[in-house]
């Protein structure tokens, strides 16, 4: 899953280029011995600083990373011990002006790597014209790839009989005197490769009973992908006459039935609803981090007098349900006097603002998919409100559950479309509420 975030106004390059990433580094896998650059390029109303944070944490001076003139960081050689400490670090380029201050989306960096085998290949001995089904199963990071040897050559999956499974299942049909032999299963990866245990393919003796009920030997299993990955379900069904295989999608049966066994189910570029995370209000729309482009008017940053009110909003959608964080310039903000996080942290409403929260305010969103991140500049300007106060005020008690507010217009009501009804229950928390200018 990619989570994809809209841009609120200020920040960005079409609201006046106050504060903006151009390039964001990302999650991306490191090679022992061998050098890393991670991506971070800023542009901004100059003078813009460019730091690097790892786990948290400022980068040491002596942590074998340079800052490049463009604000990329290089990475030196990997050193082995770096494994015995993590097999992941957590990378963010910090940029500043005098705006405020912006933090990256996260770049989790992984050691290359790649396990023992957990499953080899175990021998199997199968009638003329069976199936043969040999499986193995490691794991590394990067996913390693995975392919299988006859008799110590490379197998040929060219063949219609031959089918190779990304999970690491070699399938053979009709089998033959031609397939006997000795198999093993080959696990490649940036980090290294590594060879299973010889399993061994023999053909059975006797005859081949004349009729043999359908039998599935091993069918698909549940799969958890990314977005734009391929599912490849699985399949293996025996039976003389040989069987015929179908498929079914949420009770309505798939067409073109394949009489072939075993037959693998695959959805090549897997595209479930897009997960997204977007910013409904104070815009009409963003440049989206992946996929499809949108062009849209942006307006400068969001400015405010003293004493009022300010609302962000982040929607953000994934699976798994993203979590968000928001900062204010680079650091966590937690509810306080006047910050209220709501809607599972995805509504952040200062009230009472002041000279003191004009900053660059961010939604983080992250999922075990990657991170992304929106920012929004909040410039705090002018005097207090003075907007004429509605007259006679009343509250009607209309049930338990119901209450009616009215009020007469001020004498000269400006600009005002509308007020904001703050109630607060007793020993509850407060409540806004639109209302209109004029009495119901």
């Known amino acids: 899953m990619a989570l994809l975030l809209l841009l609120l106004p200020g920040c960005g390059r079409a609201a006046g280029s106050e504060l903006a990433f151009v390039q964001e580094p990302g999650d991306t896998v490191a090679v022992w011995e061998h050098p890393l650059v991670l991506p971070c390029q800023v542009e901004g109303e100059p003078p813009v600083s460019i730091s690097w944070q790892r786990d948290g944490l400022a980068l040491a001076n002596d942590s074998g990373a340079t800052l490049m003139p463009d604000g990329s960081l290089h990475l030196a050689a990997l050193p082995s011990r770096w494994s015995l400490l993590s097999s992941a670090h957590e990378y963010h380029c910090v940029t500043q002006n005098r705006y405020g201050r912006l933090v990256s989306q996260r770049a989790r960096v992984q050691l290359a790597s790649l396990s023992h085998f957990h499953q080899h290949p175990e021998s199997v001995e199968v009638e003329r014209g069976g199936v043969a089904r040999f499986q193995c199963l490691i794991q590394g990071v990067p996913e390693p790839s995975i392919s299988w040897e006859h008799n110590g050559t490379a197998l040929n999956t060219a063949n219609h009989r031959i089918t190779l499974l990304p999970s690491g299942i070699l399938h053979i049909t009709s089998v033959s005197q031609a397939d006997v032999g000795t198999y093993r299963c080959v696990a490649r990866n940036m980090a290294s490769t590594r060879h299973s245990q010889d399993a061994q393919l023999t053909l059975s003796v006797g005859l081949p009973r004349l009729l043999q009920e359908p039998e599935i030997l091993s069918g698909p299993q549940n799969l958890t992908l990314t977005v734009h990955q391929t599912a490849v379900l699985e399949c293996i069904a025996t039976g003389h006459p040989r069987p015929l295989v179908s498929w079914s999608h949420l009770g309505v049966q798939l067409p073109r039935p394949i009489s072939q066994s075993p037959v693998p189910l695959s959805y090549p570029n897997l595209t479930p609803p897009t997960p997204s995370c977007r910013w409904p209000l104070h815009r009409r729309g963003g440049h989206p981090s992946s996929g499809h482009q949108e062009s849209h008017d942006l307006r400068r940053s969001l400015s405010k007098p003293p004493g ?58 992250e999922n075990s ?35 009616r507010v009215f009020w007469e217009p001020p004498p000269s009501s400006g600009d005002i479309t509308g007020y904001v009804l703050h109630l607060r229950p007793v020993g509850g928390e407060s409540l806004s509420v639109s209302g209109s200018q004029s009495p119901p």
Not at 372 to 392: D, F, I, T, Y
Request: charged share 10%; with cysteine.
């Open 308 to 365: 009022s009110s300010a609302i962000f909003t982040c929607v953000a959608q994934g699976v798994p349900e993203p979590h968000l964080v928001w900062l204010k310039n680079g650091k966590v903000l937690s509810p306080g006097d006047n910050i209220r996080l709501t809607h599972n942290n995805s509504t952040l409403m200062l009230a009472g603002i002041s000279v003191e929260d004009e900053a660059i305010y961010q939604c983080m969103a």
């Open 369 to 403: 998919a990657g991170s992304n991140q929106a920012s929004a500049c909040l410039a705090v300007k002018g005097g207090p409100e003075s907007h004429p106060v509605p007259r006679g005020l009343h509250a009607m008690a209309l049930s338990t559950f119901a209450i």
